[in-house]
C-alpha cells in the first residue's frame, strides 16, 4: 500500500524557518516526480514546489520563489521542503504528492499526480 507521510509542521513566527518531511512507502518508485501543495483556510489548493525524480530539476509557484527549496533523498525515500522567511501568508495545510511517471520531469498541476499525504499543519504567527 502506497503511503506518503508528512512531518514537520508547526507553529513559527514570521521570519522564521520550518523544514517539512514527507517520507514514502509501500513500492512508491524513487523514479517518480514528487511535489509539494498547500491549502490555505478558505482556499483553494495551490501548487507550491516540485521536484524531478532525480532532484535534478525543481520549479517553484512564485509566491515561494526564493524563500522556498524542494529537495528529495532517494536513498531515504524522503522529499523536503525548507520553508525560509516565513509570512502570515504561508500558513496552510502541506500536502506531498507523486506522480506515476518514472523518470519524469516536474509538475505544477494537481492532477497531475496520482498519490497523497495527509497533510501538515503550518502557521506563521504575525
Known amino acids: 500500500q502506497v503511503q506518503l507521510v508528512e512531518s514537520g509542521g508547526g507553529l513559527v513566527q514570521a521570519g522564521g524557518s520550518l523544514r517539512v518531511s514527507c517520507v514514502t512507502s509501500?513500492?512508491?518508485?524513487?523514479?517518480?516526480?514528487m511535489g509539494w501543495f498547500r491549502r490555505a483556510p478558505g482556499k483553494e489548493r495551490e501548487f507550491v514546489a516540485a521536484?524531478?525524480?532525480?532532484?535534478?530539476?525543481?520549479d517553484y509557484a512564485d509566491s515561494v520563489k526564493g524563500r522556498f527549496s524542494i529537495s528529495r533523498d532517494n536513498a531515504k525515500n524522503t522529499v523536503y521542503l525548507q520553508m525560509n522567511s516565513l509570512e502570515s501568508e504561508d500558513t496552510a495545510v502541506y500536502y506531498c504528492?507523486?506522480?506515476?511517471?518514472?523518470?519524469?520531469?516536474?509538475?505544477?498541476?494537481?492532477?497531475?499526480?496520482?498519490?497523497w499525504g495527509q497533510g501538515t499543519q503550518v502557521t506563521v504567527s504575525s
Open positions: 521536484i524531478n525524480w532525480s532532484g535534478g530539476s525543481t
Open positions: 509501500g513500492g512508491l518508485s524513487r523514479r517518480y516526480p
Open positions: 504528492a507523486a506522480a506515476r511517471r518514472p523518470y519524469g520531469g516536474t509538475a505544477v498541476g494537481g492532477a497531475d499526480y496520482d498519490y
